[in-house]
C-alpha cells in the first residue's frame, strides 16, 4: 500500500524544546516537502529536497531543520528558536522536482504548552 | 512574489446546486495550477492538476479551467453533494514549489 506517512498525528511540546516529526514515504518519489498551515491560511513551505543529502530552505524556515539522509525519509525538527511553532504540519513529495503533482501525507498537528 | 487569492473564503449551497470556486494568481509565469481537497484534520487530497498549456481538466462532477493570461482558474463542480462538503485549495507551481490560497470551504446541506 503505497503513500505517505507521517507521525506521530498530535504532539505536544514544552517551550524550550525541541521536536522531530516524521515522515516517510514509499513512491519511490525523489522530491519532497514540509508546509505548515495555520487556520485560515493557505500552506507555507518550510523546507523542501529534490534528493537526498540535499535540501533547500523555502519561505518560512527560520527555527526549523531537516536532513534527507534516505530517499524515504525527510524529518522536520521544530527548534526552541520557533517562536510560534503550534500549527498542523503537512508533509508532500512528488516523482520529480518538476511539474508533477504532489501527494501529502495526513498531517501532524503541534501544540506548544 | 506570486499570490494567490480564493473566493469566496465560504459557501453554503444546498445539495444538487452546480457551484463554481475562483482561484487568482498575479504572477502568469507558472507551470501548472493544481486543486486540492482537504477535509478536517486531514491532509490534502489532489483533484485536478492543469499544466499551464491546457485550458481545463475534467474528472466526474468535477471541471477545472486555467485562463493563464488574466491569472484566473474555476473549479466547477456539479450536481453538489454532502460528500463534497470540505476545504477547496488552488495552489500554482512556478519554479520549485507551489504557492497556495487560503481556501474556500464549502458546505453542501442535504
Request: aromatic share 10%.
Amino acid at each position: 500500500d503505497g503513500g505517505i506517512t507521517q507521525s506521530p498525528k498530535y504532539l505536544f511540546r514544552k517551550e524550550g524544546q525541541n521536536v522531530t516529526l516524521s515522515c516517510e514515504q514509499n513512491l519511490n518519489h525523489d522530491a519532497m516537502y514540509w508546509y505548515r498551515q495555520d487556520p485560515g491560511q493557505g500552506l507555507r513551505l518550510i523546507y523542501y529536497s529534490q534528493i537526498v543529502n540535499d535540501f533547500q530552505k523555502g519561505d518560512i524556515a527560520e527555527g526549523y531543520s531537516v536532513s534527507r539522509e534516505k530517499k524515504e525519509s525527510f524529518p522536520l525538527t521544530v527548534t526552541s528558536a520557533q517562536k510560534n511553532p503550534t500549527a498542523f504540519y503537512l508533509c508532500a513529495s512528488s516523482m520529480s522536482d518538476s511539474t508533477d503533482t504532489q501527494y501529502f501525507g495526513p498531517g501532524t498537528r503541534l501544540t506548544v504548552l | 512574489k506570486q499570490e494567490v487569492t480564493q473566493i469566496p473564503a465560504a459557501l453554503s449551497v444546498p445539495e444538487g446546486e452546480n457551484l463554481v470556486l475562483n482561484c487568482s494568481f498575479t504572477d502568469s509565469a507558472i507551470y501548472n495550477l493544481q486543486w486540492f481537497r482537504q477535509d478536517p484534520g486531514k491532509g490534502l487530497t489532489s483533484l485536478l492538476l492543469i499544466q499551464s498549456s491546457q485550458r481545463e481538466q475534467t474528472s466526474g462532477r468535477l471541471n477545472a479551467s486555467l485562463d493563464k493570461s488574466s491569472g484566473r482558474s474555476t473549479l466547477y463542480i456539479a450536481a453538489s453533494q454532502p460528500g463534497d462538503s470540505a476545504t477547496y485549495l488552488c495552489a500554482v507551481r512556478g519554479g520549485n514549489k507551489l504557492v497556495f490560497g487560503a481556501g474556500t470551504i464549502l458546505r453542501v446541506k442535504s
